[in-house]
């Protein structure tokens, strides 16, 4: 009964500090990221701030971050990715937070030969442990148009979307014994790198540097979060993603996309885990 009445106190708490503070509304790549690595491979397109470039050649990728740190939110952006051949590339849009003992939650975007499709890969860390893989194959071209990439990160769950579509849930279960990200504040990154010795069919498909510079495209920044700031965090208490849940259509949605577009889940990886799935994945 403590324990109970002491996370209903909690969750108080951060819906009193709530009610004081602002959010982050709309973004622009301008006011609310650094591009912090890249030497120049980075650029902003545009005079308001919407689109933006990354870039990697043989020589060097390139990243941007947020200038805020975050304890919970939803954070979104469209995404264009390296067309043609993207083997050995990886784009990246995630919430890490600093340290040894880090959290993160991921979007990884790997790269394929010309004709192949891209793997999305999410993973979940807690405490500098992820091992929470699940991979996807998506049901368009992603190098064509403009796609919407969503997380949203709750006190009770993160849940992944594209386009609107929710791909993964990712529940809390820490009455399982299993951590979830709920203690460290998290900035937003976006990345484009080289992982050719495994991000392609294992490392089998390398980089070919004669298709660089590789580019991919960001447009329509948006984080409605809560900022982290002053040793405290704080938010909109009328933010509708603080308390979300799957209802019966989100549900069904994940499981057409898993069970269309999945192709691993380490939850049902018996080699990995000879001894039975993790507690979560129950």
Known sequence: MVSFCGRRFAFLIIF?????????????FHRDVQIHWGDGRGKILD????????????FSGSGFQ????????????QMKLVPGNSAGTVTTFYLKSPGTTWDEIDF??????????????TN?????????????????DPTVHFHTYCIIW?????????DGIPIREFKNSESLGVPFPKHQPMRLYASLWEA?????RGGLEKTDWSKAPFTAFYRNYNVDACVWA?????????????????????????????????????????????????????
């Open 16 to 28: 009193l500090f709530a009610a004081q503070h602002e959010r982050v509304y709309a973004g622009s």
């Open 66 to 77: 947020s200038h805020q740190e975050f304890l919970y939110g939803k954070v979104e952006v």
């Open 230 to 282: 002053n040793g405290k965090s704080s938010c909109s208490a009328h933010s509708s993603w603080f308390t979300q849940v799957l209802d019966f259509k989100g549900k069904n949605r994940v499981k057409w996309a898993q069970r269309k577009y999945m192709v691993y889940n380490y939850c049902t990886d018996k080699k990995r885990f000879p001894q039975g799935a993790p507690p979560e994945c129950s």
């Open 196 to 200: 050719e010795h495994w991000a392609t």
């Open 108 to 121: 990884e975007f790997l790269g394929n030969i010309s004709g192949h499709p891209y793997t999305l890969h």
């Open 154 to 162: 709750n006190p009770q769950r993160v849940i992944f979307t594209i």
């Open 124 to 140: 979940v860390y807690t405490k500098g442990t992820g091992d929470k893989e699940q991979q996807f194959h998506l049901w368009f």
């Open 47 to 58: 005079n308001v701030g919407s689109l933006l470039s990354l870039s990697l050649d043989k």
